[in-house]
């Protein structure tokens, strides 16, 4: 697993910078409810997609929670005020707050299913009657575009079932007095893997199967370094947003 506060000042450069993050504040302000004024982004990390949805966002006002020190000074950077440092399992607002709630390329991160859940509940707790949360979905199948990087990492050990998997995050927002609300997609620009890029993931922790210094870690590395164009991006991932909404009378 990465250390996000090890990765913070550089984490945006290496995830597609703000082409990715601009076609994930548009895709997310397509599912948010009209007039909404009240706007909570869930571990909203370097702050750099919370940023164009304050920027975007008319007349709204827009908060951000990570819990990671690092990630929280550089979002304040960009939304001075506007940021909190909590754990997205205990948010710290009162029931019913926000007319909105996001939690972009969040839940896949959580350490069980139990905390995935538990994440969902409390975006559902801070959400208004008629308010909608607006999530990613199957992050890691996002991934999975049919290039040759990809044909060499099917070999590594399986990962546990994910965590944002489609049909369990509606489980738990249904459990949660949450409603279908729609759907969406977006390109995650700038983020094909090529060969260098996915060794040096590799080797910073990203494969929670291959952890990094492990013989069978090295194994997958020099696969991937004896594949063509090692610099050549393959195709960008495409990712999945669901939205969900709290009935109105709830």
Same mark, same amino acid.
Request: net charge positive.
């Given at each position: ?13 290496? $995830?597609?910078?703000?082409? $990715? ?7 997310? !302000? ?10 909570? %982004? @869930? ?7 919370? *940023? ?8 709204? $006002? ?7 020190? /690092? ?19 205990? !948010?710290?607002?009162?029931?019913? *707050? ?21 994440? @969902?509940?409390?975006?559902? *707790? ?11 979905? %199957?992050? /890691?199948? /996002? ?5 040759? @990087? %990809?044909?060499?990492?099917? #070999? ?6 994910? $965590?944002?998997?489609?049909? +369990? @995050? ?9 409603? &279908? #609300? ?6 995650? +620009?700038?983020?094909? +893997?090529?060969? +260098? ?27 991937? #370094?004896?594949?063509?164009? &090692? ?5 960008? &991932?495409?990712?999945?947003? *669901?939205?969900?909404?709290? &009935?109105?009378?709830?």
């Amino acid at each position: 697993m990465l250390d996000y506060d090890k990765e913070a000042e550089r984490y945006d450069a290496s $995830r597609g910078g703000e082409p $990715r993050a601009a076609a994930a504040a548009e895709a997310v !302000l397509g599912l948010l409810p009209e007039g909404t004024r009240q706007l909570l %982004d @869930v571990g909203c990390g370097t702050g750099i997609v919370t *940023r164009r949805l304050a920027a975007v966002s008319d007349g709204a $006002r827009v908060t951000g929670v990570d819990r990671a020190p /690092a990630m929280t000074r550089q979002a304040a950077t960009r939304l001075p005020g506007a940021v909190v440092l909590a754990d997205s399992r205990r !948010l710290p607002f009162p029931d019913g *707050r926000f007319d909105a709630v996001t939690s972009v390329w969040l839940l896949h991160l959580a350490p069980t299913p139990a905390d995935a859940r538990a994440i @969902v509940a409390e975006c559902a *707790r801070v959400l208004r009657p008629g308010g909608v949360y607006v999530t990613t979905v %199957d992050k /890691a199948a /996002a991934h999975n575009v049919g290039s040759d @990087v %990809d044909a060499v990492l099917a #070999a590594r050990p399986p990962s546990p079932a994910a $965590r944002d998997a489609a049909d +369990r @995050v509606t489980g738990y927002a249904a459990d949660h007095g949450l409603v &279908p #609300a729609g759907q969406a997609r977006f390109t995650g +620009r700038g983020q094909g +893997r090529s060969p +260098r890029r996915t060794i040096a993931d590799l080797r910073r922790g990203w494969f929670v199967t291959l952890p990094p210094g492990e013989p069978l870690a090295e194994t997958f590395a020099a696969r991937l #370094a004896a594949l063509p164009d &090692p610099d050549r991006p393959r195709p960008d &991932p495409v990712f999945t947003l *669901r939205a969900f909404r709290r &009935p109105a009378g709830a």
